[in-house]
Nanobody, 126 residues
Framework: QVQLVESGGGSVHAGGSLRLSCAVS????????MGWFRQAPGKEREGVAA???????IYADAVKGRFNISLDSAEDVLYLQMNNLKPEDSAIYYC????????????????????WGHGTQVTVSL
């Protein structure tokens, strides 16, 4: 059974940083695409960043240059380093995983991933 558990959310002031973690267990395929998504109150869920087993990383335009997605394969932990946070980054952040699919399609919403965590809250204040 695949399980994803996010952690690392919290409250920060604008300009601050947070690092989200997603512990992955039960996933035993060498091919994968993993991603981070977010959903703010009253808004649809949106893709933030994704990474595949070739190391290709894709970012939404809103976070390019500020966020970095990475995977520690040895520990099976997916990270999202978020720098220069803005109030509009406030949302519940979710990690997700599946067999390989194009990360660009995942971030732009054309492809969904099968396994999801329960989310972690990020709040950025002025």
């Amino acid at each position: 059974q695949v399980q994803l558990v996010e952690s690392g959310g919290g409250s920060v002031h604008a300009g601050g940083s947070l690092r989200l973690s997603c512990a992955v267990s039960g996933y035993d395929s060498r091919t994968y695409c993993m991603g981070w998504f977010r959903q703010a109150p009253g808004k649809e869920r949106e893709g933030v960043a994704a990474i595949d087993d070739d190391g290709l990383t894709i970012y939404a335009d809103a976070v390019k240059g500020r966020f970095n997605i990475s995977l520690d394969s040895a520990e099976d932990v997916l990270y999202l380093q978020m720098n220069n946070l803005k109030p509009e980054d406030s949302a519940i952040y979710y990690c997700a995983a599946d067999l390989w699919t194009d990360p660009r399609r995942v971030v732009d919403g054309r492809r969904n991933l099968r396994y999801w965590g329960h989310g972690t809250q990020v709040t950025v204040s002025l």
